[in-house]
């Protein structure tokens, strides 16, 4: 778990342009990730069924910082 982790760290912190996560199960801790790349690319985010905290923690994070996210919801769950 913890390697994952910091390998997901360094793939985002090395993006310049955009960033774009599509997960059914985002958090608080993908916020974290975002908050600490330094270049700020753009974030577009695709869910299923995102909880009302993780809206309200999007709307929060980009008042604070001025980052732009955009949140998409998919009409089904998305599997790989």
């Keep these: 778990e ?14 310049t342009k955009e960033i774009l996560v599509v997960d059914n199960y985002l958090g608080s801790s993908l ?3 975002i908050e600490a790349i330094p270049s700020k ?4 985010l695709l869910t299923f069924k995102p ?4 809206k309200v923690a999007v709307t929060a994070f980009m008042k604070q ?15 790989d």
């Design 2 to 15: 913890f390697r994952r982790v910091l390998f997901r760290s360094s793939i985002m912190g090395a993006a």
């Design 31 to 33: 916020l974290e990730m």
């Design 41 to 44: 690319p753009a974030v577009r």
């Design 51 to 54: 909880s009302t905290d993780f």
């Design 65 to 79: 910082y001025g980052h732009s996210v955009e949140l998409k919801l998919h009409q089904r769950e998305v599997h």
